[in-house]
Antibody
Framework: QLQLQESGPGLVKPSETLSLTCTVS??????????WGWIRQPPGKGLEWIGS???????YYNPSLKSRVTISVDTSKNQFSLKLSSVTAADTAVYYC???????????????WGQGTMVTVSS | EIVLTQSPATLSLSPGERATLSCRAS??????LAWYQQKPGQAPRLLIY???NRATGIPARFSGSGSGTDFTLTISSLEPEDFAVYYC???????????FGQGTKVEIK
């Protein structure tokens, strides 16, 4: 059974870079030919797709975040990662990693989700 | 950016009643519309994809309909575990993009 688990610092200072990793277990990132995505949810608010990466490294980002986002993949560790630069309090959110239902879909729908990790931006 | 507007914001119903949730897109999304259920402290759960297809393991009381700009999620008879927040999501394959609605909370009356 495929499982995703987010990890990373729970507190980031304003103007710094938020870095999170998603570890995939129960399956291989490189052999399954799927996209892998990041979605976030500010406290008490709705969901926002951040971006997705193919196992080969091709990336697609939300246009509103594109200038600050980098998603990368490390197939040797079965992980993919998110970096969000120049963070502000508005980036405080629960960050989820997720996999789409179909191998050919990059931005959803997402049927396998990690449990989420809360990141607070504060000095 | 395609904006999804969900209504109502809150739906107060009793167990056994029928729930009808709406999601309207600012421009056509064809049938690329999904619905999720989210309970407090949990990740979203995919219910419906491509407007009307139930995801694996989703009970038959959940159904989706619509195409273009107007979509509906119907829960035919509310079970106690159905009280939650529901989100719609649209996706486009080229260029890849996605947005979610702001959510509808289904609460116990």
């Amino acid at each position: 059974q495929l499982q995703l688990q987010e990890s990373g610092p729970g507190l980031v200072k304003p103007s710094e870079t938020l870095s999170l990793t998603c570890t995939v277990s129960g399956g291989s990132i490189s052999s399954s030919s799927y996209y892998w995505g990041w979605i976030r949810q500010p406290p008490g608010k709705g969901l926002e797709w951040i971006g997705s990466i193919y196992y080969s490294g091709s990336t697609y980002y939300n246009p509103s975040l594109k200038s600050r986002v980098t998603i990368s993949v490390d197939t040797s560790k079965n992980q993919f990662s998110l970096k969000l630069s120049s963070v502000t309090a508005a980036d405080t959110a629960v960050y989820y990693c997720a996999r789409p239902l179909n191998y050919y879909d990059s931005s959803g729908p997402f049927d396998i989700w990690g449990q989420g990790t809360m990141v607070t931006v504060s000095s | 950016e395609i904006v999804l507007t969900q209504s109502p914001a809150t739906l107060s119903l009793s167990p056994g009643e029928r729930a009808t949730l709406s999601c309207r897109a600012s421009q056509s999304v064809s049938s690329y519309l999904a619905w999720y259920q989210q309970k407090p402290g949990q990740a979203p759960r995919l219910l419906i994809y491509d407007a009307s297809n139930r995801a694996t393991g989703i009970p038959a009381r959940f159904s989706g309909s619509g195409s273009g700009t107007d979509f509906t999620l119907t829960i035919s008879s509310l079970e106690p575990e159905d009280f939650a927040v529901y989100y719609c999501q649209q996706r486009s394959n080229w260029p890849p993009d996605s947005t979610f609605g702001q959510g509808t909370k289904v609460e116990i009356k």
